[in-house]
């Protein structure tokens, strides 16, 4: 075993977590509301149910279900979410996880490639949880799961640094019009987390560079980014996708404020493009600007709300302050932008 100063490498990780304890995420989401989302989402399996899309659990989901249990200081569910993930995911060679598990087929996978935002997420998780708890064995799961982002999906070009969605698919060698990249599978916040457990300029480089390409993906008359965009050579809308400001892009703004980047033009920008009538959001159809679906769901209108309070100073509005669980995607949203907006006393 490693030793550091006469110590095992595990205990040195112990003792420094005592010594300087991390400023703790607990509490940003409250009991209450983690008790609703569990009994709308959380099976007693440890499986995050996407109750929008026959009941299938992701690896985004258990991901997002983890973060949740770090910021509603509950060890125990995350443990089990952690445990179904562990057991049933991550199951490739690589270490990352099978993006899909579907209750209704057997095997229960029949999809074995990853998705990088949702070993984003379950790397950050882990991360998260390893400082909160002192659980060093979450710190090498997720170092783990980071090493192997950086190397199987980040790739450089024309002086971009790239995040590919997936590591078969979307490379240039997979597709014609490849690279394809998703810019809402920046998760910003967790770049700098996990510099600490894997430490290389590259996670710099996709915060710096990510930014700059959700500035610049301004398509149609909205000026709005495509949930997929070819990077091939100018970026456009990728080839076989709908092209449409769609269920994945409404979560990039979210993303930026939690991390506190982009700067005022841009917030404003994604907040008045993406706001309708009435406090509502919506999917974009990128060629004509047409509305596809009003997304009057709490946890979508509480992102534009969210923008204005960052860049206004506008309280959130009453109803959206308050939780109820919908369905498994926005009551997510929802939610990881109230811990937000604890933090930031001038949105209550």
């Not at 979307?170 to 920046?186: H, K, L, M, Q």
């Not at 996709?206 to 997929?228: E, H, M, N």
Request: net charge negative; aromatic share 10%.
């Amino acid at each position: 075993m490693k030793q550091v100063f006469g110590l095992p490498f595990k205990a040195l990780v112990m003792l420094a977590m005592m010594l300087f304890p991390i400023s703790a995420t607990a509490a940003s989401v409250t009991e209450a509301d983690w008790t609703t989302y569990k009994a709308a989402f959380l099976d007693p399996a440890g499986r995050i149910v996407d109750t929008a899309n026959n009941n299938i659990s992701h690896s985004e989901g258990q991901g997002y279900g983890m973060w949740l249990a770090v910021l509603a200081d509950a060890p125990a569910d995350f443990e089990l979410i952690w445990s179904f993930t562990k057991t049933e995911l991550l199951v490739r060679d690589d270490g990352l996880a099978a993006w899909k598990w579907d209750p209704q087929t057997d095997p229960h996978i029949s999809d074995i490639n990853n998705a990088t935002d949702g070993d984003i997420l379950i790397a950050y998780a882990l991360a998260l949880a390893a400082k909160q708890w002192r659980k060093p064995d979450y710190a090498d799961a997720a170092r783990s799961i980071a090493r192997t982002v950086l190397a199987k999906t980040v790739v450089q070009r024309g002086g971009r640094t790239l995040l590919l969605p997936g590591t078969a698919g979307f490379a240039e060698a997979d597709r014609p019009d490849g690279p394809v990249v998703n810019p809402s599978y920046f998760i910003f916040e967790a770049f700098p987390v996990l510099n600490e457990l894997v430490p290389s300029p590259l996670w710099a480089a996709l915060t710096k560079d990510g930014v700059a390409q959700i500035a610049a993906y301004s398509f149609g008359p909205r000026k709005l980014s495509a949930d997929w965009v070819s990077v091939k050579t100018k970026p456009r809308p990728a080839d076989g996708f709908p092209q449409e400001f769609g269920y994945n892009s409404v979560r990039i703004p979210l993303y930026l404020a939690r991390a506190g980047l982009g700067d005022a033009k841009l917030l404003e920008r994604l907040r008045a493009e993406t706001a309708i009538d009435g406090g509502n959001t919506a999917t974009f159809d990128l060629r004509t600007g047409a509305t596809k679906d009003v997304l009057s769901d709490a946890g979508y209108r509480i992102i534009p709300a969210l923008l204005a309070c960052v860049t206004h100073k506008i309280p959130l509005p009453d109803d959206l302050r308050r939780f109820t669980s919908t369905l498994y995607y926005p009551s997510t949203l929802h939610l990881l932008a109230l811990s937000f907006a604890t933090q930031h006393q001038e949105c209550l």
